[in-house]
């Protein structure tokens, strides 16, 4: 492989006490054929003001504002539309890349066919001061992890259950371009993006801590599930598209325990609507 550009795009809103510590640890990679575009979506803090102070010792920082908020999977497609990397990683300005994020992401991808699309790692989980929780995926006495996730071919395993920390995640640009992006019609990307592009591409695993996620009382993550959340409504319809993207039995066996799940949800949140929404999708799987 020679040496490919590297697209680091990094979605910020509201994250002025975490984003320079986030897009210094992009800027400052051990692999130098990178390229750093940071996407502001409206923030409403001092955030906007420290990108601009960011840009100003970092010239070669691209920065995006929107003059409004759009949400991020819409942010991240005006992102990955000036990204000319082959390879790219969506990061949060409150998570953190180790230094060697990318080389490591691109190493494991020299060894490997063109079938892989996704390259993912564990990570650390860091609260809001930066303080050191615990690991993703739980590891031994010798820093390997104890239960290897499972790789390769992912598609029905995404469908069953999630597993992949988001922030780890390097893809190679051909990825965004079969999907065209982002869905902008969902509120949140990572699920939807995971069924989406395991049907066509599969996933490798490195066995090291290279991302620090910042666990955030309100992180879209924390508020997927609770009570009127919009979020619930988009993986409904994430749903719809895995029976549409179906083709065998097993791949419907794993769609049935999905929405199984996520019918306990409805019910734990009173969505009786959506409830019978999955009633009558998983009927009709």
Known sequence: MDKPKVSIICLCY????????????????????????VVDDYSTDGSREKIQQLKERFNQLKVIFTDRNLGSTKAFNLGLKEASGEFLIDLATDDVLAKD???KGL???????????????????????GNELHHHYPIASSGKVINPPPKGDLYVELIKRYFICPPTMMSKRQVFDYLDGYDESLLYEDFDFWVRSS??????????????????KYSMSNLQYRRNSPQMESTYRICEK???????????????RRIFLEMKQC?????????????RLRMSV
Do not use: M
Not at 199 to 204: D, P, Q
């Open 267 to 279: 019910i734990k949140y009173f969505n009786w609507k959506l409830f019978f929404k999955y009633v």
């Open 107 to 129: 190493a494991e991808f020299e060894v490997l066919d063109d079938s892989y699309g996704v390259n993912f790692t564990n990570a650390i989980n860091i609260d809001s001061e």
């Open 101 to 103: 994020r990318v080389l």
């Open 242 to 256: 895995i029976k549409g993207l179906n083709q065998t039995k097993e791949e419907d066996k794993a769609l049935k």
């Open 199 to 216: 049907r066509k591409f599969k996933y490798c695993y490195t066995d090291e801590p290279l991302v620090k996620r910042r666990l955030l």
């Open 14 to 37: 509201n994250h002025q006490d975490y984003l320079e510590e986030s897009v210094l640890s992009a800027l400052h990679q051990s692999y130098k054929n990178i390229e750093v575009i």
